[in-house]
C-alpha cells in the first residue's frame, strides 16, 4: 500500500481542514487506516483511526468531538475533517495503514506510512 497525504495549510484558530489519504494497492479496503501528528520537538501521536469497513472509529481524547474520520473504499481515499481547529493542533499530519485485524491497531502495527502534509493553526 502507498499513500500519499493532501489537504493540510495555513488556518486560523476555530476554522476547518480536511485531510485526504490517496492508497494505491489492492488491499486498501482491507486494511485499517490512521491518522498521526507529529509537532515540532515532540513524539508523533494517534490522531484517529477507522477499520477496514468504516465500521468502527477511534479517536485520541484530544480530538474527540472535533475531528471525523471517514473513508470511502470505492476511491482508495481516507478522509480526516478537523474542525474548531485550535494552535494545538499544528504539526505534521501523517496517514498510516495496516492490515492488522485487532481492533484498535497499536501505534506500531501500522506498516504503512505516507509523506505528511503540514497543518498551521494560527491564534
Known amino acids: 500500500v502507498q499513500l500519499q497525504a493532501s489537504g493540510g495549510g495555513l488556518v486560523q484558530a476555530g476554522g476547518s481542514l480536511r485531510l485526504s489519504c490517496a492508497a494505491s494497492g489492492r488491499t486498501f479496503s482491507s486494511a485499517s487506516m490512521g491518522w498521526f501528528r507529529q509537532a515540532p520537538g515532540k513524539e508523533r501521536e494517534f490522531v484517529a483511526a477507522?477499520?477496514?469497513?468504516?465500521?468502527?472509529?477511534d479517536y485520541s481524547d484530544s480530538v474527540k468531538g472535533r475531528f471525523t474520520i471517514s473513508r470511502d473504499n470505492a476511491k482508495n481515499t481516507v478522509y480526516l475533517q478537523m474542525n474548531s481547529l485550535k494552535p494545538g493542533d499544528t504539526a505534521v499530519y501523517y496517514c498510516?495503514?495496516?492490515?492488522?485485524?485487532?481492533?484498535?491497531?497499536?501505534?506500531?502495527?501500522?506498516?504503512?506510512w505516507g509523506q505528511g502534509t503540514q497543518v498551521t493553526v494560527s491564534s
Open positions: 498510516a495503514a495496516t492490515l492488522v485485524l485487532a481492533w484498535p491497531p497499536l501505534p506500531y502495527e501500522y506498516d504503512y
Open positions: 477507522i477499520r477496514w469497513n468504516g465500521g468502527s472509529t
